[in-house]
């Protein structure tokens, strides 16, 4: 087993979800607050 990513630790996969997971809830948010400042 020679895959290339088990030399990557595991706090630094977890930050990289945790980034990716923080960003698409922001851009929700931005869409939502987008809807209402339009409604307004």
Do not use: C, H, T, W
């Amino acid at each position: 087993m020679d895959g290339g990513r088990e030399d990557i630790p595991l706090p630094m996969i977890l930050s990289e979800a945790l980034i990716v997971l923080l960003k698409s809830e922001i851009e929700k948010n931005l869409l939502e607050a987008k809807k209402q400042f339009e409604e307004i």
